[in-house]
């Protein structure tokens, strides 16, 4: 172990995968005084780092040997594998921290592999972009071996202050990450589609800015709270809109976007939906009730 400048022991880390956002990683913990190793499969992206005190290993060996703490931040879990594989007499009693992005599958898969190998094993998902790394917002989740995520908690808050474990499921990051971009995508879809629908009168998307953020904030984000309750309790009010109104509504949406000649792309899915549920006699439903098609795909 070694101390930062405030005399606080800290723990050596090493990076494995120096891209965009293992850099960053790296960046963080050599800035808070940790003893930081880096590697990476194309060795001049080791440089920076060297430059702000890491030390660059020549081989994944000497990477995953260097440090009780391993962290790997690759493309996907094949690339993991693929650097683990031959490396793997080092692994035993070392705690990887995988924080590369995939599915739960990959992540509970990549887990019993780090198991038989005799590692200590966290998955992460970094909710996060390599400017948010070390800044006290930056949101990364964890799930997998509760001892090892308590014993290194305070290394890994250094990457960010929103450093939450999920359980004993190392699937859960995964699955937390994928649901929170579905949500950004289709927040961000249906503000292209807006843009693109004013833009069709000479508004540019700036002048738009306002009112499109004022929407989310004071419209969107507030209805979660009760939808989130009527999807747990399965019971579905409609005090503010029911699927009749809103089938009505996205039908204006999508005959004013072909009459001013703009694609209506993103609504078209959502119009099915609410369709498809008022056809299955929830029309007095509110907006919530269409995730029971999602929960029953084949209804
Ligand atoms: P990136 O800039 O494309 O870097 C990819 C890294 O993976 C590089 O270090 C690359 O090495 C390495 N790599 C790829 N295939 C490899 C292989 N077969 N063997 C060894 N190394 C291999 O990507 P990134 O933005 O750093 O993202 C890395 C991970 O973080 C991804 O899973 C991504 O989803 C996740 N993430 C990124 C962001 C973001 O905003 N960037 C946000 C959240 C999560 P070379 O340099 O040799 O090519």
Not at 29 to 45: C, D, E, I, L, S
Not at 47 to 76: K, M, R
Request: aromatic content about 6%; glycine content about 12%.
């Amino acid at each position: 172990m070694s101390t930062d400048p405030t005399g606080t022991t800290v723990t050596p880390v090493t990076v494995a995968g120096l891209g965009l956002m293992g850099s960053a990683l790296a960046a963080a913990f050599t800035g808070q005084g940790h003893p930081t190793t880096v590697w990476n499969r194309t060795p001049a992206k080791c440089a920076p780092l060297v430059e702000q005190g890491a030390t660059a290993a020549g081989t994944v060996a000497d990477a995953v040997t260097a440090s009780p703490v391993v962290i790997l931040c690759l493309s996907d879990y094949e690339a993991v594998r693929g650097v683990l594989e031959p490396v793997r007499e080092h692994l035993a009693g070392r705690v990887l921290v995988n924080l590369t992005s995939g599915t739960p599958q990959e992540a509970r898969e990549t887990a019993a592999w780090a198991a038989e190998q005799g590692a200590r094993y966290l998955d992460g998902a970094i909710m996060a972009i390599p400017q948010l790394v070390g800044s006290p917002d930056g949101l990364f989740f964890y799930a997998g071996d509760a001892e090892a995520f308590t014993t290194h908690e305070q290394t890994l808050r250094v990457l960010g202050g929103n450093t939450l474990h999920l359980g004993a499921d190392h699937g859960l990051p995964s699955l937390y990450d994928v649901a929170l971009l579905g949500m950004m995508w289709s927040a961000l879809g249906g503000y292209i589609q807006a843009v693109a629908l004013v833009g069709s009168e000479g508004i540019s998307a700036q002048d738009f800015l306002a009112f499109s953020g004022q929407w989310l904030d004071h419209v969107v984000s507030p209805m979660l709270p009760d939808l989130a309750r009527e999807m747990d309790e399965r019971a579905y009010g409609d005090d503010t809109s029911s699927l009749h109104v809103n089938k009505d509504a996205i039908a204006h949406l999508v005959e004013t976007g072909r009459a001013q000649g703009v694609g209506t792309d993103m609504a078209l899915p959502m119009q099915a939906l609410i369709e498809r549920r008022i056809a299955q006699g929830h029309g007095s439903d509110g907006l919530a009730s269409l995730v029971e098609l999602l929960r029953n795909p084949s209804s």
